[in-house]
Nanobody, 115 residues
Framework: QVQLVESGGGLVQPGGSLRLSCAAS????????MRWYRQAPGKERELVAS????????NYAESVKGRFTISRDNAKNTVYLQMNSLKPEDTAVYYC????????WGQGTQVTVSS
């Protein structure tokens, strides 16, 4: 069955960095675009970044442009989200998702940016 498992979240100070990973299994990873979403308490889920099957056609939300980088390793069935210059407003649960529209989701990983 399709599984998406996120890792790498945690507590970080403003200005810090984190790298999220999403390990995929149960499907042909290289055949699907992948996305990272986030949801903060009391807010709607937000698309953060997306990447095409081959690793091209990358898009970011305006709020993270220049700070976050999405990438993928099709040999390792993994998609990454490098997050730099983190701000308190980046605090959220981060989810990876398969495809566009997203049809499968991971369980999420908590990112908290606080001093």
């Amino acid at each position: 069955q399709v599984q998406l498992v996120e890792s790498g979240g945690g507590l970080v100070q403003p200005g810090g960095s984190l790298r999220l990973s999403c390990a995929a299994s149960g499907f042909s990873f290289s055949s699907y675009s992948m996305r990272w979403y986030r949801q903060a308490p009391g807010k709607e889920r937000e698309l953060v970044a997306s990447i095409a099957r081959s690793g091209g056609n990358i898009n970011y939300a305006e709020s993270v442009k220049g700070r976050f980088t999405i990438s993928r390793d099709n040999a390792k069935n993994t998609v990454y989200l490098q997050m730099n210059s983190l701000k308190p407003e980046d605090t959220a649960v981060y989810y990876c998702a398969r495809g566009s529209p997203a049809t499968y989701w991971g369980q999420g990983t908590q990112v908290t940016v606080s001093s």
